[in-house]
Nanobody, 120 residues
Framework: QVQLVESGGGLVQAGGSLRLSCTAS????????MGWYRQAPGKQRELVAA???????NYADSVKGRFTISRDDAKNTVYLQMNSLKPEDTAVYYC??????????????WGQGTLVTVSS
């Protein structure tokens, strides 16, 4: 069974930092793309930061210069370092991955979400 396990959310004051982790586990051949989305109350889920299938990174304009995505391929893990957090960063953060799980077999997986709350 393939799954994504997230950790690192919590409550932080504005200006503070948090680091999220997401590990893909199970029978995985390789990872095509992996990254983070978030959904604030009453809003649609949006991309925060991700590694694309070419290895490049995409960031939402609202987090550029404050958030950094990184990865450890040996551990099938991506990280999201979030600095200079703002109250508007408050949301449930979801990990997402496009995985190769067999010959010509692909699977998109979502994590369960981790809550980040930034107090003013």
């Amino acid at each position: 069974q393939v799954q994504l396990v997230e950790s690192g959310g919590g409550l932080v004051q504005a200006g503070g930092s948090l680091r999220l982790s997401c590990t893909a586990s199970g029978s995985i051949f390789s990872i095509n793309a992996m990254g983070w989305y978030r959904q604030a109350p009453g809003k649609q889920r949006e991309l925060v930061a991700a590694f694309t299938s070419t290895g490049s990174t995409n960031y939402a304009d609202s987090v550029k210069g404050r958030f950094t995505i990184s990865r450890d391929d040996a551990k099938n893990t991506v990280y999201l370092q979030m600095n200079s957090l703002k109250p508007e960063d408050t949301a449930v953060y979801y990990c997402n991955a496009d995985l190769v799980v067999g010959p010509d077999r692909y699977l998109e997986v979502w994590g369960q979400g981790t809550l980040v709350t930034v107090s003013s």
